[in-house]
């Protein structure tokens, strides 16, 4: 059974740090795309980051460029997600997805990924 498990979320005050893990089972996923997306009550689900298959090529949204990292050791079938600077506006709750044959074009769109966490709080606030 596939599972996406994500972990590491919680309050933290404007301009601080969180890491969130995701730890992928089931299979290997050194082959798949993984990505980061978030959702802010009442908004849709949007994406922040992605690593496209394995050959470590990363995609961030214009919101989180230059504050946040996604990375992953495809040994531990883990990507994780260095959250810096952070805003108010970061708040939501942050998913972890995984897709073995999504294309370039369509890593930025919720709608294309076949698996997904249950999603893991980050409250940003003072």
């Known amino acids: 059974q596939v599972q996406l498990v994500e972990s590491g979320g919680g309050l933290v005050q404007p301009g601080g740090s969180l890491r969130l893990s995701c730890a992928a089972s089931?299979?290997?996923?050194?082959?798949?795309?993984m990505a980061w997306f978030r959702q802010a009550p009442g908004k849709e689900r949007e994406f922040v980051a992605a690593m496209f298959r394995s050959y470590g090529r990363t995609y961030y949204s214009d919101s989180v460029k230059g504050r946040f990292t996604i990375s992953r050791d495809n040994a531990k079938n883990t990507v994780d997600l260095q959250m810096n600077s952070l805003k108010p506006d970061d708040t939501g709750v942050y998913y972890c997805?995984?897709?073995?044959?999504?294309?370039?074009?369509?890593?930025?769109?919720?709608?294309?990924?076949?698996?997904w966490g249950q999603g893991t709080q980050v409250t940003v606030s003072s």
């Open positions: 089931g299979r290997t996923f050194s082959r798949d795309t």
């Open positions: 997805a995984a897709d073995s044959r999504i294309i370039l074009s369509s890593i930025f769109g919720a709608q294309n990924y076949d698996y």
